[in-house]
């Protein structure tokens, strides 16, 4: 078994993950290399109570040119054929678009998270029509469609800049009717898990257009794992030791296959490499101790290595599963 990462946990004696898991799965392996994600950074124009990057404005965590240019580097001698940028707010990172043009230029698919506020910082004007320009998929995060639910996630005023953006990119030509990628992705308000994921995408889709004549594509529900500021919020309120159990008792084996740990690679802003962005925000970085930079390793070296696992990773494998496409079974 792999060695158990220890959480900030009160567990009270619960049975840890790697424990629960080897009835079902011996070992956790990546048994394939379809996705290379990359975390550009920390810094983040919002600070979102449920983040598990903790990002914010006031993060120096960020990706320089020379790190961007080795992945780029790295990337062109695979054939790896997506590619995942994500934050903090990856835009707001100086190399952002450098990485997109190469991968893009590569026939790559980029898929960009996007907290959709961004498209209205200083200096991204034209960021919409850099978007549609390189066709990226679009991840969105909008964990509600209701106005006071984002603002308390979120920060006042979020919610009116997110309709706004999310109508500035249907005019561009994401969204149906267009064939550029919408998606749009929910987090629970709380310490609770997400409903079904198909259900609350028909809601979505529903409210949005009646009131504010928006349409996407898909809804991804993801959980909010337990680290980082999360878990900070969950302490302070006393609810960090109820929301562990609520994980723990919602653990599903049928989601053992789809977990994105195995079809992916993380890498962080310093180059550093990682199973999942989870394992990244927790310093659980590959290479036994010695962390392992993503160019001194080949794509067929990160097969069949075993996955790092800890307690949050009953977050991924709670009731219908969590990814970075959403639910899993």
């Not at 580097?73 to 990172?93: C, K, S």
């Not at 997400?194 to 996407?216: C, H, S, T, V």
């Not at 993503?294 to 949050?312: C, N, S, T, Y």
Request: hydrophobic share 35%; net charge negative.
């Amino acid at each position: 078994m792999p060695a158990h990462i220890s959480l900030p946990l009160s567990s009270n004696g619960a049975v840890k993950f790697q424990d629960r898991i080897r009835e079902d799965a011996p070992r956790l392996d990546r048994t394939e290399l379809s996705t290379l994600q990359i975390n550009v950074g920390k810094y983040c124009n919002q600070t979102c109570a449920h983040c598990h990057v903790g990002a914010g404005p006031h993060r120096k965590e960020i990706m320089t040119e020379e790190t961007a240019n080795r992945i780029i580097e790295w990337l062109e001698e695979t054939q790896i054929p997506n590619v995942d940028i994500t934050g903090g707010a990856p835009e707001l990172n100086a190399h952002f678009r450098s990485i997109v043009t190469h991968a893009r230029r590569k026939g790559r698919h980029v898929m960009v998270r996007c907290n959709l506020t961004v498209v209205y910082e200083p200096g991204q004007e034209d960021l919409i029509d850099f978007y549609r320009e390189n066709r990226v998929e679009l991840i969105c995060s909008l964990p509600c469609y209701l106005e006071e639910n984002v603002n308390a996630q979120r920060g006042d005023g979020v919610f009116e800049k997110s309709i706004r953006a999310l109508r500035d990119l249907n005019e561009a030509g994401f969204g149906p009717p267009g064939d550029l990628a919408l998606n749009l992705v929910y987090n629970p308000v709380d310490d609770n898990l997400p409903p079904p994921q198909e259900a609350l995408e028909a809601d979505y889709k529903r409210e949005l257009l009646k009131r504010y004549g928006i349409r996407f594509h898909h809804l991804y529900t993801i959980t909010n794992m337990p680290i980082t500021r999360f878990a900070s919020y969950l302490k302070v309120n006393g609810k960090l030791d109820s929301y562990m159990t609520t994980l723990r008792e919602a653990y599903n084996p049928g989601t053992l296959p789809g977990l994105m740990c195995r079809n992916l690679i993380s890498v962080g802003w310093d180059g550093v490499l990682y199973d999942c962005d989870f394992n990244q925000m927790l310093d659980m970085s590959l290479g036994n101790g010695t962390p392992l930079k993503l160019w001194d390793v080949a794509p067929a070296e990160l097969l069949g290595r075993e996955i790092l696992l800890g307690d949050h990773c009953y977050g991924c494998t709670a009731g219908a599963g969590s990814s970075c496409g959403g639910s899993l079974a």
